[in-house]
């Protein structure tokens, strides 16, 4: 096993008071690291924050992680989505700064209808300004890969290569593993190798010390389908022993697991903690 534990959590509800029902809800499922969206994962609508509840967040201990709107996309052709995201992005750092969170996820985004190399230039223009601005105890800017649909700039963990070099291996540039995306994005880890094989291809690609998070999700559909179906752990097409494996891996010491998981109430949720924290702890 890794010499460091890798806490395991899940995505908490912020309705009703991040701490106040969110801390609940972690506690309900047996969460030692959370997830929470500081807005509308769906919309631009900056919501603002409650200092109380702030407050018992920094002070709860417990690793925090905030998740960026799924409407950013620095790979937009329209200039509108860019200067949208990029204070989306700025809104989500600033309000993980106010909860103590250690990094924020933003997706990797797509192309759309333009060529890869234009793309890429706006990642660069739009996401290194927002890197340099981070002072050193603020929250950490976490790509995450999507599962390949589409003209998507990033599935493959080789793929985050070109982000990094765009991004001048920024010190406050992390990656968020999505087991599910990785999956269905063509890395087997259900194969024998699969795990160890996509976690040494991301230490190549990035250097160590990037990974930050897991997105721990099974998936509902195939090796390369494209698609992004989460399913709970175990019960779909990677099975439980791929994340005992990733548990094992050096790179993945000390890093979080989330859950995405379905499930609209706690108990499957802390069924998926229960046996994510017992892969761990039998790695």
């Known amino acids: 096993m890794t010499s460091k534990k890798s806490p395991v959590g899940g995505h908490i509800p912020v309705a009703g008071g991040m701490a106040t029902k969110g801390l609940k809800y972690a506690a309900e499922i047996g969460a030692e690291a959370v997830q929470v969206f500081v807005s509308n994962p769906r919309g631009w609508a900056q919501a603002a924050g409650k200092p109380a509840e702030d407050a018992a967040m920094r002070e709860s201990g417990v690793p925090t992680f905030v998740h960026a709107p799924y409407l950013v996309n620095f790979g937009s052709p329209t200039p509108e989505t860019l200067e949208r995201s990029v204070a989306s992005v700025r809104h989500s750092l600033q309000r993980g700064a106010a909860i103590g969170a250690l990094g924020v996820v933003v ?82 880890l259900a194969a024998p190798d699969g795990v160890q ?15 930050k998070l897991v997105h721990a999700n099974d998936s509902k559909d195939p090796c390369g389908s494209f698609k992004d179906r989460h399913e709970n752990i175990g019960a779909g097409q990677i099975g439980e022993k791929p994340f005992a494996e990733l548990f094992r891996h050096p790179e993945v010491a000390g890093v979080p697991f989330i859950i995405e998981t379905p499930g609209r109430s706690a108990d499957p949720h802390r069924k998926d903690v229960e046996t994510l924290k017992r892969l761990r702890d039998n790695a």
Do not use: Y
């Open 197 to 211: 094989k996509t976690l040494d291809l991301l230490v190549e690609t990035v250097g160590p010390g990037r990974l």
């Open 107 to 188: 997706h990797t985004g797509s192309a759309v209808t333009q060529p890869f190399d234009d793309a890429m230039r706006q990642v660069r223009e739009h996401v290194l300004p927002l890197l340099d601005e981070l002072p050193n105890d603020a929250p950490d800017i976490l790509l995450e890969p999507m599962a390949g649909q589409g003209a998507m700039l990033c599935a493959t963990v080789d793929q985050l290569g070109p982000f990094f070099e765009h991004l001048e291996n920024h010190p406050k540039l992390g990656v968020c593993l999505d087991t599910c995306h990785a999956f269905c994005a063509g890395h087997d």
